[in-house]
C-alpha cells in the first residue's frame, strides 16, 4: 500500500501586530542559525555583521514591543508577572548586546556571549508565543490597527537607521476581517488530495 504525505496548507501571516511580532522572530532566529551553521568556518567581520544584523533587529523589536505592544497588552491581558518577565528579558538581552559591543569579534568570549544571546531570546520568544500571544488573542485589542501602528513604528526607526523598511501592502490590512469558512476549507483540501 502507498502511503501519500498528509496535506500542509500554507500557513499565511495575517499582518496583524502578533503576526508582525512572529516575523521579527523567524528574522532573528534565522540569523541566529545562520551564525551557529557557519561557527568555525566564517571570517570575524563577517561575523560581527551577522551578529550587528541580529542586535539592530532586536533593538528595533525591543523598542516597538516596549512602546507599543506592551502597554496595550498590559491592559488587556491583566498579567502583569507575564509582562514583567518580559520585560526583564529585554533588559538582560540589551546588557549582552552593550557587551558585545565591546569585545572583539575573534575573541573566545564573543561567541560564547553571542550563544548567551541566542539562548535567551529563544527562551524569550518560546515564551511569548506560548503563553503571552494567546492571551493577546483572546483579548479585546485590535490587533490589525495595533499592527498598523507598530510597523509604522519600526518603520520610522529602520529609516533613522539606515535600514531597509518593511513594507506590507495596504490591501494585506482589509477594512473587514475575510474568513475562509471551515466547510469551504475543507472542500478545498479534498480537491488538492487529488492533485
Do not use: W
Request: charged fraction near 30%; glycine fraction near 4%; charge should be negative.
Amino acid at each position: 500500500m502507498i502511503k501519500h504525505p498528509q496535506l500542509v496548507l500554507p500557513m499565511v501571516v495575517y499582518p496583524d501586530v502578533i503576526g508582525l511580532l512572529t516575523i521579527d522572530h523567524r528574522k532573528v532566529q534565522a540569523i541566529f542559525a545562520e551564525i551557529q551553521a557557519k561557527r568555525g568556518h566564517i571570517r570575524a567581520h563577517e561575523k560581527f555583521e551577522l551578529v550587528r544584523k541580529a542586535c539592530a533587529e532586536l533593538l528595533i523589536h525591543f523598542a516597538v514591543e516596549e512602546g507599543i505592544f506592551y502597554p496595550a497588552t498590559r491592559d488587556a491581558i491583566d498579567n502583569n508577572g507575564v509582562m514583567d518577565e518580559a520585560l526583564d528579558e529585554h533588559e538582560s538581552a540589551k546588557s549582552i548586546i552593550i557587551m558585545l559591543g565591546n569585545i572583539p569579534p575573534d575573541e573566545p568570549m564573543f561567541d560564547a556571549k553571542v550563544r548567551a544571546l541566542a539562548e535567551q531570546i529563544e527562551h524569550h520568544i518560546q515564551e511569548e508565543e506560548s503563553v503571552m500571544f494567546p492571551k493577546v488573542l483572546v483579548s479585546d485589542i485590535d490587533l490589525v490597527v495595533l499592527g498598523k501602528e507598530l510597523l509604522g513604528a519600526k518603520n520610522d526607526m529602520r529609516a533613522r537607521f539606515g535600514m531597509p523598511i518593511e513594507e506590507i501592502a495596504d490591501e494585506q490590512f482589509p477594512e473587514e476581517d475575510v474568513y475562509l469558512s471551515l466547510s469551504h476549507a475543507r472542500h478545498i483540501a479534498s480537491r488538492m488530495r487529488h492533485i
